[in-house]
């Protein structure tokens, strides 16, 4: 198994455009969760799926933040609009006990 | 509510010494303990687990992990430290019995100098 895909793995994009940051967890995992790592507050816990669903939202900052998981292999994290304060690293991972991560995507929010 | 509590921003030893990177953890029930590692510009990477069983867990690259019920602690160790092990570390936790989530401390900084 290639481990978790991410992509892409660097944006830059202006202040207001909409952002989708995509996942392609291992197979086989039934939970799949979406950090944010910054260097003031860490690693963040945004969003967790179980067999597709989403748990817990409660991490998400705002309604800006969206996420889905259409299906067991896939997953998209959305900002709309976005805002300089998103920059960040975000990763994601999927679990069936112990996680196991993303590369992650760095955004840019200029 | 879980948390997990990493006490020390940064660690510091020479290569050749022992090493500690403390974790301490609040959550009720039996937890899952994990240890990450995370290089610079990379994904976390999964070093070591405790679920059940002997309390002293060993994991990837000569990490191990002892895991203290009564002081609620899951220590990293290793007996000699290497510079390549210089890194980000990250304690975790998970309540099985409730559900998935996935809490991280916040990290812990380890410097090996040559």
């Known amino acids: 198994d290639a481990g978790v895909i991410q992509s892409p793995r660097h944006e830059v994009t202006e202040m207001g455009q909409e952002v989708t940051l995509r996942c392609k967890p291992i197979?086989?995992?039934?939970?799949l969760f979406w950090y944010r790592q910054t260097m003031m507050r860490g690693l963040e816990l945004l969003i967790y799926?179980?067999?597709?669903?989403?748990?817990?939202d409660s991490g998400m900052p705002e309604d800006r933040f969206s996420a889905k998981m259409p299906n067991a292999s896939f997953s998209t994290l959305k900002i709309q609009p976005s805002e300089p304060r998103d920059s960040a690293v975000y990763f994601c991972?999927?679990?069936?006990?112990?996680?196991?991560f993303g590369q992650g995507t760095r955004l840019t929010v200029v | 509510a879980q948390s997990v509590a990493q006490p020390e921003d940064q660690v510091n030893v020479a290569e050749g010494n022992p090493l500690t990177v403390k974790c301490t953890y609040s959550?009720?029930?039996?937890?899952?303990l994990f240890w990450y590692v995370q290089y610079p510009n990379r994904g976390l990477q999964f070093l070591l687990k405790?679920?059940?069983?002997?309390?002293l867990v060993k994991g990837s690259y000569g990490f191990e992990a002892e895991f203290n019920k009564s002081q609620t602690s899951f220590h990293l160790k290793k007996p000699s430290a290497l510079v390549s092990d210089s890194a980000l570390y990250f304690c975790?936790?998970?309540?099985?019995?409730?559900?998935?989530?996935?809490?991280f401390g916040s990290g812990t900084r380890l410097l090996v100098r040559p």
């Open positions: 959550v009720s029930g039996n937890p899952y």
């Open positions: 799926f179980n067999n597709n669903v989403p748990i817990d």
């Open positions: 975790a936790v998970r309540r099985p019995e409730s559900s998935y989530k996935l809490i």
């Open positions: 405790y679920i059940t069983g002997d309390n």
């Open positions: 197979s086989g995992h039934n939970s």
């Open positions: 991972a999927s679990s069936n006990t112990e996680a196991f």
